[in-house]
């Protein structure tokens, strides 16, 4: 049963936590920000879109500073909670009375374990969400950057690679895609194109699927230098 010191102990914690999680992350955003301004302004035109890029760069980043940071603010709002108490003369008279030290402190160091357990949610129900968009549009908000490829293999065993891309365009360069043998053929299906366009289904007649141009090293039945769909 918590009891009335228990009750300000735990309000008192979170009063601090909260003061600690807005102070730092705060000045970590502040500093990480003017750190690194000139990477913000490079791609944009305007105050209105550069504010906006900011913005939608920081909401996403916030779970991970948060992530680096939640240890130390746990410590510190646990300190400030007992300094607070001892500038107070609220832990004398309770020592005084016979309550042990383990016995008074027992409410912070609940209150610190619950508030870890934002840590744990933190990292395995947000940052998983947010991670992409900081790896790929933290420095590049419009896409019209060229990316490396890394090549992988899609649901149906096809293998799909590329040198470089360019996400608004959903466009790949140097583009190389192997099909199995199970798409109707006794081995291995090599396709080599200069460029590849993914056209999302419902644009235009021939859509969802990569159409792939400048095809210079097709299978024998194929004509080179044509072009080509991969649905």
């Not at 996403?60 to 992530?67: D, E, G, S, V």
């Not at 608004?168 to 199970?182: A, G």
Request: glycine share 8%.
């Amino acid at each position: 049963m918590l009891t009335l010191i228990d009750r300000h102990l735990i309000r008192s914690y979170l009063k601090a936590y909260l003061v600690c999680l807005v102070s730092m992350m705060g000045l970590f955003v502040v500093v990480d920000l003017f750190t690194n301004l000139d990477k913000f302004t490079q791609h944009s035109k305007g105050f209105v879109p550069v504010m906006q890029h900011i913005g939608l760069v920081y909401a996403n980043k916030l779970p991970q500073i948060f992530n680096h940071l939640c240890e130390a603010i746990g410590l510190l709002a646990g300190m400030f909670t007992v300094a607070w108490m001892q500038r107070n003369n609220e832990l004398l008279p309770l020592l005084s009375a016979g309550v042990s030290t383990r016995r008074v402190a027992r409410p912070v160091l609940v209150s610190a374990c619950l508030v870890m357990g934002l840590c744990v949610l933190n990292q395995e129900a947000v940052l998983p969400n947010v991670d992409n968009y900081l790896v790929e549009n933290a420095n590049d908000p419009e896409g019209k950057n060229e990316l490396a490829v890394n090549g992988a293999f899609d649901s149906n065993g096809v293998l799909f690679m590329g040198q470089r891309a360019i996400r608004k365009e959903l466009l790949v360069r140097e583009f190389h895609v192997t099909l199995p043998p199970k798409f109707g053929r006794d081995s291995l299906v090599n396709l080599v194109a200069k460029d590849a366009r993914y056209v999302p289904a419902g644009e235009g007649r021939r859509s969802g699927g990569w159409m792939l141009t400048g095809t210079t090293n097709t299978p024998a039945d194929h004509d080179a230098g044509v072009d080509h769909e991969i649905h």
